[in-house]
Each structure stands twice: as structure tokens, then as C-alpha cells.
């Protein structure tokens, strides 16, 4: 595993050293998950709610809210469907310029060995930005790998996702980096805990680059720590 790791890692950094223009920040991340299928039923239900920071940290960026529905087809395998509130603040705008994202979902879930969990997400996006009147489409894969260390409540975690826009803004505030083919990519390495059966936090390193077009693209350096709570 971290092998595999080292190379997601490798790759990525290579292909950013070869990006002709790019600026540099480091951010503060972080995710607050609340998962319950409802006392072991079929149906699902999610929220998250994430604060971020940009300009080394310097500012406030935004805030997620993520509330989702979903259902087990089988043990292994779900379905989501929601929305997403990405509060862009400013302090000229304050949040007046929120993108609000319809979202579907498909899930799969799986232990290949007794310690190595495995998961792979796939989403569908259809965003409605405040200053556009077209919707952007895009799509985002997510892999993620769960390692628990041996006779401890601790674990291992390394996650890749690449976002993918599916249609292009050739005009407006937007043109520079909605385009069609890849987004950003958003690679995670941590070290988790299980504070309890129903409670989990890792935190860990996120290296986001995000591809441009017209001005630099983003290398965002970010310290990420998700709190997880299933009931």
C-alpha cells in the first residue's frame, strides 16, 4: 500500500513540476461527517459541514454544508443523492456568491484483507454559480484506502480524487477554470484513530492542484483533519 501511495504522490508532484505557471498557498481544512442508516436500516442519511482557509492561511475561504439521502443496494454497494452549499466568503461579498450544487452518487465498499478497507466513490455534480447562468457539469472519482494497524485503534488512510468538468464556460468570471476535461486532482495521506466504535478522526497531509486556464494554476498545500460520526 505504501508503495501504491508513494507513487500517487510521485506522479502527481512531477506532473506539477512540468506546469509552466503555477502559484503556491497552504490551507487549514476541515471536515465534520454525520452518517446514520437509521438503527441498521437500508436508508441513509449524511451531512457534512467543512470550514476552510486560503492565502497561507491567512484568510477564511469557505464553508461546505453537504446534506445527502441515501440506500443500500447491498451490504457493499449505496446510492446518494443531495446537495452541496460552497459558501465562497469575501469581505467585499460576505457569502453572496455561494455555489449551490445538485449531487448523485454511487458508493462501493469493500474489506480486501482483514486490516486493508477499500472504497470507491463516484459523483456527479450539476452547479449553479451566482455569477453565471449556465450550469456546470462535472464528475469526481474518489479512491480511498483504509489500513488498521495491528492490536490498536489506529489506522493508516491514503485517498486520491480527480474532479472531471464535463462542459466548458468560454465567456464570463468562470471561463478560467470551467473547461472541459480535468479540474483538480486532490491527493491525502493521514493517520487515523477510532475514538470510539461510533467516532473516528484522522488527520493528515492534502496535496490539491487545481488546473487553470488563462492564469496560474494552484498548488494548495493543506493540513486536512476529518471528524467522523456514525450513529
Excluded at 477554470?177 to 493517520?191: A, E, F, L
Aim: glycine share 6%; proline share 3%.
Amino acid at each position: 500500500m505504501l508503495k501504491r501511495i508513494t507513487l500517487i504522490s510521485t506522479g502527481l508532484c512531477v506532473s506539477a513540476a512540468a506546469i509552466a505557471e503555477y502559484r503556491d498557498d497552504w490551507s487549514i481544512w476541515l471536515s465534520n461527517t454525520y452518517q446514520t442508516d437509521f438503527g441498521g436500516s437500508s436508508y441513509l442519511a449524511f451531512l457534512e459541514l467543512a470550514p476552510r482557509t486560503r492565502n497561507d492561511n491567512g484568510e477564511f475561504s469557505q464553508i461546505i454544508a453537504r446534506p445527502l439521502l441515501g440506500y443500500k443496494i447491498t451490504p457493499k454497494f449505496q446510492i446518494w443523492a443531495g446537495y452541496t452549499w460552497q459558501g465562497e466568503y469575501s469581505k467585499q461579498h460576505d457569502f453572496n456568491r455561494a455555489t449551490h450544487d445538485a449531487m448523485q452518487q454511487l458508493q462501493w465498499a469493500d474489506n480486501w484483507t482483514p486490516q486493508l478497507d477499500f472504497q470507491y466513490r463516484f459523483r456527479l455534480e450539476q452547479r449553479f454559480f451566482a455569477d453565471e447562468a449556465s450550469v456546470g457539469h462535472r464528475m469526481r472519482h474518489r479512491v480511498r484506502w483504509i489500513y488498521s494497524l495491528t492490536d490498536s485503534q489506529a489506522y493508516l488512510i491514503a485517498a486520491d480524487e480527480l474532479f472531471i468538468h464535463l462542459n466548458a464556460f468560454d465567456d464570463g468570471p468562470r471561463a478560467h477554470s470551467v473547461q472541459t476535461g480535468i479540474n483538480q486532482n486532490r491527493s491525502y495521506i493521514g493517520v487515523g484513530y477510532r475514538v470510539t466504535p461510533k467516532m473516528n478522526v484522522d488527520t493528515g497531509y492534502q496535496l490539491q492542484y487545481v488546473n487553470n486556464f488563462g492564469v496560474p494554476d494552484l498548488l494548495n498545500h493543506i493540513w486536512m483533519t476529518h471528524f467522523n460520526f456514525n450513529f
